[in-house]
């Protein structure tokens, strides 16, 4: 069967959702079956391989499909997360192929994460992280367009009308759909009162549908 495969954070990966959510809040050890890339993969007819984590930066999704083994026939869709959060390289492995990072978050304090995120935030404008998440996108488009893979890239982050978007990255293959709506105002939310739920979820599914069919 061919394959969908997904990129994003939490929203991507159904947390708070009643198959995704341990006793102290925390998310389970894998992607809901309830969040929108199962439900876009039914309306698909493909296999659905959820490649999000919770608290992913923009950095780390971009990471996240460069590693990634695509296949000829696989269809890629990225939830690019919110433009607060990166992660800082470190010299040895934390996780698979090699790649030692730190995650970094703007919930994350020093006293309980171990990093010093106010003094992040510091050297970090609202416009200097957006140009970054803009330059994320624009290669993992480039990329995936350069090894003939389908892909559409969404956030859910509203963008400032008032930021100027440079023109050295307008070919990012990011779809104008608004979610914000969807996900966080007009339907459920998930059982750890911040996320989708699971009408929300089935919602981007369809709205996702929609944009990726244009």
């Known amino acids: 069967m061919s394959?969908?495969?997904?990129?994003?954070?939490?929203?991507?990966y159904g947390h708070g959702l009643e198959d995704c959510l341990?006793?102290?809040?925390?998310?389970?050890?894998?992607p809901s079956k309830l969040a929108w890339p199962n439900h876009l993969g039914n309306i698909l007819g493909r296999e659905v391989i959820n490649m999000s984590r919770p608290?992913?930066?923009?950095?780390?999704?971009?990471?996240?499909?460069l590693k990634f083994d695509f296949q000829d026939?696989?269809?890629a869709v990225t939830?690019?997360?919110?433009?607060?959060?990166?992660?800082?390289?470190?010299?040895?492995?934390?996780?698979?192929?090699?790649?030692?990072f730190m995650p970094i978050?703007?919930?994350?304090?020093?006293?309980?994460?171990?990093?010093?995120?106010?003094?992040?935030?510091k050297v970090h404008t609202d416009y200097d992280l957006y140009v970054r998440t803009l330059?994320?996108?624009?290669?993992?488009?480039?990329?995936?367009?350069?090894?003939?893979?389908?892909?559409?890239?969404?956030?859910?982050?509203?963008?400032?009308?008032?930021?100027?978007?440079?023109?050295?990255?307008k070919d990012n293959n990011l779809s104008t759909a608004e979610l914000w709506n969807i996900m966080f105002s007009l339907y459920d939310r998930a059982l750890d009162g911040g996320h989708p739920g699971p009408i929300a979820q089935q919602k981007l599914a369809e709205e996702i549908y929609k944009h990726i069919n244009e």
Request: with cysteine; glycine share 8%; hydrophobic share 35%.
């Open 135 to 169: 330059i994320s996108i624009n290669h993992a488009s480039v990329y995936l367009q350069n090894k003939k893979i389908k892909n559409t890239n969404f956030s859910t982050s509203q963008l400032n009308p008032s930021y100027k978007q440079p023109d050295f990255l």
């Open 3 to 12: 394959r969908l495969i997904t990129f994003g954070c939490s929203h991507t």
């Open 55 to 65: 608290g992913a930066s923009n950095l780390e999704i971009l990471c996240n499909i």
């Open 22 to 30: 341990l006793d102290d809040n925390r998310p389970g050890p894998v």
């Open 79 to 100: 939830l690019w997360t919110d433009y607060a959060r990166d992660l800082m390289f470190i010299p040895y492995p934390t996780g698979p192929h090699g790649l030692g």
């Open 105 to 121: 978050g703007s919930w994350m304090t020093l006293k309980d994460d171990g990093v010093d995120v106010e003094s992040w935030l």
């Open 73 to 75: 026939t696989d269809i």
